[in-house]
């Protein structure tokens, strides 16, 4: 298993009216957020806030391509990004304990935070397909040039880790400063991840090992 320190390449916020980042997720343009009430989208080169939409956000955030997921506490609802209207919800697999939310492959993937799981599931149905073991509580997820990574927070402690999608092997660990947790994440689809800071109200960007 290979292992590093993070290295922080920025920090956003705190937010205002954002005390907590759940999920977080990217366009390609913006990253957005989860903060309980609103989902809120920022550019990644300024930092400046360009967009907030008024829903419930109190987990995990993913973006398919087209449409905003996101996770209402036990549902995960579809959203549109240009309009902010919930278009439907499916039943999520962990019935109010989820965290993480990505979308790949087509198909949307729930972290599980204390059954240490992460669900690969049916976007339209929200039955599950596959289920990936964890050992330690997670919290976000995202998929990056065809590699699983999560997060981890358990006993005030966080870390990245890129798993075996099939046998939930840990392949690869970031190790986060001490004081710095990790609640939401997404890559930009290259060399960086994008992290939640739980109650910090930040959003960081974490250079990703190539």
């Keep these: 298993m290979k292992r590093s320190i993070a290295e922080i390449v920025r920090e956003y916020g705190p937010f205002p009216g954002a005390?907590?980042?759940?999920?977080?997720?990217?366009?390609?343009?913006?990253?957005?957020?989860?903060?309980?009430d609103k989902l809120t989208a920022f550019d990644p080169a300024s930092g400046t806030v360009v967009r907030t939409i008024d829903v419930a956000a109190h987990a995990g955030t993913a973006f398919d391509g087209?449409?905003?997921?996101?996770?209402?506490?036990?549902?995960?609802?579809?959203?549109?990004?240009?309009?902010?209207?919930?278009?439907?919800?499916?039943?999520?697999?962990?019935s109010g304990g989820d965290s993480g939310l990505a979308w790949a492959e087509g198909s949307l993937w729930v972290g599980h935070y204390q059954g240490r799981k992460i669900h690969q599931i049916d976007p339209d149905t929200g039955a599950i397909l596959r289920t990936v073991e964890s050992n330690r509580f997670v919290t976000g997820v995202t998929w990056v040039e065809g590699e699983l990574w999560h997060a981890t927070l358990e006993s005030g402690e966080s870390d990245l880790r890129r798993i075996d999608p099939g046998t939930g092997e840990v392949l690869e660990k970031i190790d986060m400063p001490g004081e710095v947790h990790i609640s939401g994440l997404e890559s930009n689809s290259g060399d960086q991840f994008f992290c939640g800071g739980a109650k910090s109200g930040k959003v960081r960007a974490v250079h990703r090992p190539r």
């Design 19 to 36: 005390e907590h980042v759940h999920g977080v997720t990217y366009d390609g343009h913006q990253v957005w957020f989860a903060s309980g």
């Design 66 to 94: 087209k449409y905003l997921f996101q996770i209402a506490e036990d549902r995960i609802q579809k959203i549109d990004p240009t309009s902010g209207r919930v278009l439907s919800s499916i039943p999520a697999p962990a």
